[in-house]
């Protein structure tokens, strides 16, 4: 069931964008790790949480992954989005610059699809290259969506 207003879900692709990336951006990145929370996103959301809810976010524990992931193929993504917290290494305004940039790039219009959904819709995606989010919509307004996960071949960013 789609929201009477909101709702649709942006996704953009982190293959073709790595792939614009300047040679200089591609070579600063090489080797750069993250560190992935759920505590990030829930920042963006909730910035100013208690200290329960922080430690509750923080339970769900973390994960260091490449910035930059190579798919068997040898085609590269960008392994970034809302729950990355901060790049190893760097001072925290360096890196949160980093993050947002690279977050700004990713999500340009020619990278980008908004799906606008009707009731009925099924929408594949591979996440290993592809970031996605959904608009602002009323928590009351009935919007459902069932997510159905198929487990690949390779291992992601390991």
Known sequence: MR?????????????????????ADKEMLAGKRAIHTLAASQLD???????????????YGKNELPLVWTH?????????G?????????GTLESKELLVRLRDH???????????WSDGDAVMWDNTGTMHRATAYALDSGRMLHRT??????????
Not at 82 to 90: D, K, L, Q, R, S
Not at 106 to 116: D, I, K, L, W
Not at 150 to 158: H, K
Request: with cysteine; glycine share 6%.
């Open 3 to 23: 929201a009477p207003e909101g709702g649709d879900t942006d996704f953009c692709n982190t293959y073709a964008a790595y792939d614009a990336l300047s040679d």
């Open 45 to 59: 959301v909730e910035p100013e949480p208690n200290v329960a809810k922080l430690r509750e976010w923080l339970s």
């Open 72 to 80: 068997r193929s040898g085609r590269k993504s960008l392994v970034i």
């Open 82 to 90: 809302a729950t990355a917290h901060f790049v190893v290494g760097m």
């Open 106 to 116: 990713a999500t340009q219009p020619e990278f980008s699809y908004r799906h606008v």
């Open 149 to 158: 996960k198929l487990e690949g071949e390779e291992p992601f960013a390991a």
